[in-house]
């Protein structure tokens, strides 16, 4: 959920509050396992080239048909 704000249970937290126990790793672990597979293009992630549609370009253009 966007604009949310979701905690860590304090039963993940060390006892001094600066570190992480083990249930917490063996939770996110396979969360954040891995490499994302994104294109590349000379070495660098490829992204996508949008095209820049004005608004009012496409009430015209439902306005015609």
């Known amino acids: 959920m966007a604009n949310a ?17 083990q249930p917490f790793i063996d939770y996110v672990l396979p ?3 891995g490499v994302p597979r994104a294109p590349q293009e000379h070495s660098l992630p490829r992204y ?3 095209k ?3 608004v009012s370009d ?8």
């Open 5 to 21: 704000e979701k905690t860590v249970p304090r039963a993940w937290i060390n006892a001094d509050g600066n570190g992480l126990e």
């Open 58 to 65: 496409l009430q015209d253009a439902c306005r015609q048909s």
């Open 31 to 33: 969360l954040i396992q």
């Open 52 to 54: 820049k549609v004005l």
């Open 48 to 50: 996508a080239r949008l």
